[in-house]
């Protein structure tokens, strides 16, 4: 009896929530921590893009510091599908999984992780989470219940977190702290081995994309002065040059001038990331003009 | 019994030989070091010990254990010991609990209630509690933590000591769940641990399997409180942080059995020389409550953070970041999904005030879980107590 009584009173209420996310026209950011950032990104691509639109899309691939640009200042058809914490091969295989195919793959420079598809995308894929999370819309992440709530409060308190982020960057000693992590991780160097291993898969995955008749764009983000020449940043550069020669693939030109302000001397500053958002916009128009 | 603690000191304390004794980068060193750890193997060691000692104790509990015939006797053990739902993270049996039990099983006798709500309730506690409090927690790393405030710190640190009791109690509770359906009963492994006032009661409420089985099998053996006051503290001492070493390879566990011991035995010294009593209930009773919660809280770091310097780190930077802004959402959102461990805390806590009232709507509670696991699981993360 218990139990019968536990189960009506669960569909009861999966129906309601049903019925309330289909009715409602949420805008505001759900996200709870960094990971359901990057899910709720992954789950919008696999779930709620038609297949049809994306023929139109640019897709924004690459790591948190991608993150950081804003799609809707590039134009109307821009996705950002730039993952924090992970790099730019877990967008390129997702598009990849997906069987989607976007007008053109900007594909970000400055981070080439783990070449092993994060878990939590592959349970995005699989046959049975597709079926239920298209089906029922309360399934996906980005409506989770709490998720709603608290974004809702943090909607409404949206200036006075941009304060907060704001003062937290005014601390310099924390800056500094950052920055000579960054730097000492930066200096350590990736064995050619290991290097030439991913580099190998990026270039299959790229030629995938290139035979499909997707357009790559390569692009490399502002990082801090400091950072610029370390020698991880210095190999990976030679290492896209290397594996993706200039005349052959195309790259964006960065910044001439570094005057960017960062979190951490990784990651642009919100203001920051506007400023370069507005630079490739820049940067596309003329790709496209020359075109 | 030196069979099966030989197998578990080969398998999972051999990286520990290693890197303490030995070059990891070649001969005894890299071989120990890369000697592949066994899933279960703990449980199922110990549950080994149990089934020799409990038939070789002449107890009369114990007269089941050994049936004539041999062929059931080694089918039966067999059994006690593969057994499923709890092999990787426990309970752990003890072979006079479970044996008597192996029976012909019918469908008919199965209490679906109780295994119900022992699986919504281990379900909700680890894909709602546990999982999502992980991914907040997560920077309880090295050097992730040296850039947060103190009041981020503290948050994260009791979000752990919620995320920790969620995901195992939630193990032991789906176990308990999932043997009910096979027609067994299985020990409580959990009871309500946060409520206790003294480490000794913390210790009769936390993985009770395991604090029964240590104290069974190696406290009474090593004398107990029969010889003695000084000996009853090493005797506590030496338990606990062999306890403490059953969770893992590395010396921080033995740390924290280290400080669980020495709190067990300072406890029974200041109760054995100044006889205080606090009426359970008052301010004093709660505050001390507050003070085991707080202490164990802290214990649970050396359990994130394997090396010993870090872990004084993290005691430096909750003293030294106070300046630093405060991520309140994040702040908010542990404090939400801890808030149902501490409410299944105060309701046994009230379970007398309003036993009828509680009884009525129990299906609307499970009914909550069960939506909140459809729709707010957070993303799938291994159980804790895996790795032991």
Excluded at chain 1, 40 to 55: K, R, T
Excluded at chain 2, 242 to 256: D, I, N, P
Aim: proline share 4%; aromatic share 16%; net charge positive.
């Amino acid at each position: 009896m218990m139990i019968r009584r536990s189960l009506i009173l669960t569909a009861v209420l999966l129906i309601l929530f049903e019925a309330f996310i289909r009715l409602s026209d949420i805008k505001w950011d759900t996200s709870q921590n960094d990971k359901a950032i990057n899910l709720i990104s992954a789950q919008n691509f696999i779930y709620n893009l038609p297949d049809n639109e994306v023929g139109m899309d640019t897709l924004i691939i690459g790591s948190s510091i991608s993150r950081k640009l804003l799609p809707d200042s590039l134009g109307e058809h821009y996705v950002n599908l730039a993952f924090n914490g992970w790099s730019s091969y877990d967008g390129l295989e997702l598009v990849r999984l997906t069987r989607k195919k976007p007008a053109c793959i900007m594909v970000e420079m400055n981070i080439v992780g783990n070449q092993i598809l994060q878990q939590d995308m592959v349970s995005s894929l699989r046959p049975l989470s597709y079926y239920t999370n298209t089906t029922f819309k309360s399934f996906q992440l980005r409506n989770q219940p709490i998720g709603l709530m608290v974004g809702y409060f943090k909607n409404l308190m949206k200036n006075k977190i941009e304060e907060q982020k704001k003062k937290k960057r005014e601390n310099l000693a924390l800056y500094k702290f950052n920055l000579q992590l960054e730097k000492k991780k930066l200096w350590q160097t990736i064995p050619d081995s290991v290097l030439d291993a991913k580099f190998t898969v990026l270039k299959s995955m790229i030629n995938h994309f290139r035979r499909e008749n997707i357009n790559v764009i390569f692009f490399e983000a502002p990082i801090d002065e400091e950072l610029e020449n370390t020698a991880t940043v210095v190999k990976l550069r030679k290492y896209f040059h290397l594996y993706f020669p200039v005349g052959q693939y195309t790259y964006l030109p960065g910044p001439k001038i570094n005057n960017f302000s960062y979190s951490d001397g990784f990651h642009l500053t919100a203001e920051s990331a506007v400023v370069y958002t507005l630079y490739l916009k820049q940067q596309l128009n003329d790709l496209n003009n020359v075109n | 019994m030196v069979i099966n603690l030989g197998i578990l000191c080969f398998f999972k304390y051999s990286p520990l030989i290693a890197t303490s004794l030995f070059d990891t980068t070649r001969g005894v060193g890299f071989f120990l070091l890369t000697i592949p750890l066994p899933i279960g193997i703990s449980f199922f060691t110990f549950e080994g010990i149990s089934l020799v000692v409990d038939t070789y104790r002449d107890d009369p509990k114990t007269q089941r254990l050994v049936n004539p015939s041999f062929l059931t006797h080694i089918r039966n053990s067999f059994f006690f010991i593969i057994f499923f739902p709890h092999l990787v993270s426990g309970p752990i049996l003890k072979a006079h609990d479970f044996i008597p039990q192996i029976d012909r099983k019918l469908f008919k006798n199965i209490d679906w209630e109780y295994c119900f709500k022992a699986l919504v309730t281990g379900y909700f506690l680890k894909l709602v509690v546990a999982d999502n409090l992980k991914d907040f927690t997560s920077s309880l790393i090295y050097p992730g933590f040296m850039t947060l405030s103190s009041f981020t710190l503290v948050a994260m640190l009791l979000g752990y000591s919620f995320q920790i009791f969620s995901d195992f109690a939630g193990y032991s509770s789906i176990a308990l769940g999932l043997a009910g359906l096979f027609g067994y009963r299985l020990m409580q492994n959990f009871n309500f641990p946060y409520i206790s006032a003294s480490f000794s009661e913390f210790w009769r409420r936390w993985h009770i399997s395991l604090s029964t089985f240590l104290k069974e099998y190696l406290y009474f053996p090593l004398g107990g409180n029969r010889k003695g006051k000084v000996r009853t503290y090493i005797n506590l001492a030496v338990t606990m942080i062999l306890g403490g070493l059953w969770h893992g390879a590395a010396w921080s566990y033995a740390v924290w059995g280290a400080f669980h011991g020495l709190a067990l035995a300072l406890e029974r010294l200041l109760n054995d020389r100044f006889k205080i009593k606090i009426r359970p209930g008052s301010f004093f009773y709660t505050i001390k409550t507050l003070f085991v919660f707080s202490l164990v809280s802290l214990a649970w770091l050396l359990f994130k953070l394997p090396n010993f310097s870090q872990v004084i780190m993290y005691f430096k930077a909750i003293v030294a970041n106070r300046g630093y802004v405060t991520n309140y959402v994040s702040i908010l959102l542990i404090c939400i999904y801890s808030l149902p461990v501490i409410l299944y805390h105060i309701a046994y806590l009230c379970r007398n005030i309003t036993p009828v009232f509680y009884r009525k709507r129990e299906f609307a509670m499970y009914s909550m879980m069960l939506f909140l696991i459809i729709t707010n699981s957070g993303t799938p993360g291994t159980f804790i107590y895996f790795q032991f």
